[in-house]
Every structure is written in C-alpha cells, then in structure tokens.
C-alpha cells in the first residue's frame, strides 16, 4: 500500500495495462489536459511510443470512430476525448456505434473500447468547457460508466475497465488529479456496480460522485465537530448502479443530500433521488435535498461560476436543513 495522487494512479493504471496487453492502445494524448501532471502523460508516450499511443488531430468523431472500430477488430483502446464537452462532436460513434453493437450484433460484436473525458467546473472553462454529460451518457443503454473519486478508486476501476469487453466511459474531473490517497499495490480491481461508504455516520446520507466526494467529505468533517455525523456514499459507477448501498445508507439515517456536478433537470442527482422516492421512501424521515448545478449555462466570471455550483456551502446548508 503506498500513497500517491489520483493522477500518479491513473497513469500506473494506463502504464501497466499496456505492459502486460499489446492489445491496449491509446488514441489522444491529453489524458491530464493541461494540468501540472500533464508529464505523467509524456512519460507514457515515452516508454510505448506512437505505434501504442497515437497524438490524434482534433477530431472527436474521428478519433472515436477509430476506437470503436479498432475495438471491434480486437484491440482494446483507450480514447482520450479531452474535455467532455467535446464528447458531443463523437456522439455519433459512442452512443449509436459503441453502446448498441453488441445488441444489434445479437452478441457477435464485443466493443471493449474506453473513452475518457474531463467533466465538471474547473474555473474559466465557460459555457463550450465545463459540461458533467454523464446523466446523458447515462440515458444511452450499452455503456458503463465510471466515476472514481480517490487515487484507488481511479486504479481499480480502470483495471477493471481496460479489462472489460463493453465500452466504458471514464468520467474524470482536472481537480482530482492532485489528491492523494492509499493505492494497494500489485493489479487490483474494484468490480463495477459496487459502491462504498467513504465515511460512516448516523444523522444524513450524502450520495455524491466524482469530485463532488470530495467536497461532501470535506463538509462532512466540518460538521461533525459540531455533532453532526455525516455519511458519505460514493456510488463510483452509474452503470452499473449499486442501488443496494445507497438504500441501506437511507435506511440507517432516514435523510438525504444528492450532491453531483450535472444540471438539476434529469441529472445524476435527479435519477438517485427518484430511485430513493421509489425504493427507499418509507425510511424518509424528511424530503430529500438535491445540491446540483444550475440550469443555465457556464459562465466565465468566477463569481458567477461559484454562484450557479455545488459548492461546500451548499452541501452543508441542505444537511443542516435536514437535521434543524
């Protein structure tokens, strides 16, 4: 077990994958944009060379389409999308070539590809850079999706993921890349459709993905100094979905605070709350909040941009209205 940052782990993960896979091979070379750990990525290119990692020209639907067709051919490759608003320009490929293959192939087909792309407010993206579009992706039966929020998390998933036959979707978010946590050593892999508990508590369930973990468990340290105990479940993937440990966290504290990055309509906050009304509602002791982004599109001012997000204060505004 050693401690690294979240980007350190993705990149172990990508590294050893193509080490003990010829199959594995990366399309694009923008895996941590343009952060300061953008050389972990150079390191990469070093060590495997461009017959294993193709810099591609800026063309989503090509490079996408270059993917699913490699995969379906038997490589497994990893697509680096970039931002996820640029998703959109290879929508074509991921939700109608991708996702639906195997079930039109009536099985014959296995699309074993991986598309990354970077979500979420990260300051001054504005209105084309900062989209959370996995409640859409979510909408496109034949994908997985994961949304790992700690160095283990990223690891372990992506082991999962490079070894998988669907086609993935690797939700990233640019303000993990510096977290650091324990990572076990050696090829671990965590199974998709199992979520965990990042912090125990009695008093409010938060259900939060991605980044917006991190926030909530910030919030939750916070208030329990004050008395206030917060438990934290991540689901880490949407498909599949580990409705189980979230209606058992429900269960144990009869109030809830969904936490996620997507717009408030038809979000990822929205699909949980309705499942949690569905399945979980005769263990409300309150309605459930939702701490959301805002319907309207991204700003580049900062102030406006911190106005329309889910921010630390209002995570903790909605558990204290819970709990007064």
Request: charge should be negative; charged fraction near 20%; glycine fraction near 10%.
């Amino acid at each position: 077990m050693r401690e690294i940052s979240y980007a350190e782990a993705v990149a172990e993960a990508l590294s050893e994958a193509m080490e003990k896979d010829p199959r594995v091979c990366m399309l694009g070379g923008y895996f941590f944009g343009l952060s300061p750990r953008r050389f972990l990525m150079d390191e990469i290119k070093d060590k495997f060379g461009s017959s294993r990692v193709q810099d591609t020209p800026i063309s989503e639907i090509g490079i996408a389409g270059l993917g699913v067709g490699a995969a379906m051919a038997g490589l497994r490759p990893i697509v680096d999308i970039g931002t996820a608003s640029f998703i959109f320009q290879a929508w074509p490929q991921v939700v109608n070539e991708a996702a639906v293959a195997f079930y039109m192939s009536a099985g014959q087909t296995r699309v074993p590809v991986i598309f990354h792309i970077l979500h979420g407010l990260r300051g001054g993206g504005a209105a084309q850079h900062s989209h959370s579009p996995q409640s859409m992706l979510w909408n496109a039966p034949g994908l997985q999706i994961m949304l790992p929020s700690s160095p283990a998390d990223a690891k372990g998933l992506l082991n999962t993921a490079v070894h998988n036959d669907n086609p993935t979707v690797f939700v990233d978010h640019s303000l993990l890349f510096e977290i650091r946590g324990p990572v076990p050593d050696g090829d671990f892999r965590i199974p998709f459709g199992q979520g965990e508990v990042k912090r125990k508590g009695g008093d409010v369930t938060i259900v939060a993905t991605s980044y917006m973990v991190q926030r909530s468990l910030i919030v939750a340290e916070k208030l329990a100094g004050q008395g206030i105990q917060v438990e934290v479940v991540d689901p880490r993937t949407l498909v599949p979905l580990d409705k189980g440990i979230i209606l058992a966290s429900v269960a144990k504290t009869g109030r809830v605070v969904v936490v996620d990055e997507c717009n408030r309509s038809c979000g990822i906050a929205a699909e949980i709350s309705a499942i949690i009304a569905e399945e979980g509602f005769g263990s409300l002791k309150k309605p459930i909040k939702r701490v959301t982004r805002a319907d309207v599109p991204v700003p580049f001012s900062a102030v406006l941009e911190n106005a329309i997000a889910p921010t630390e204060d209002k995570i903790e505004a909605a558990v204290r209205s819970l709990v007064s």
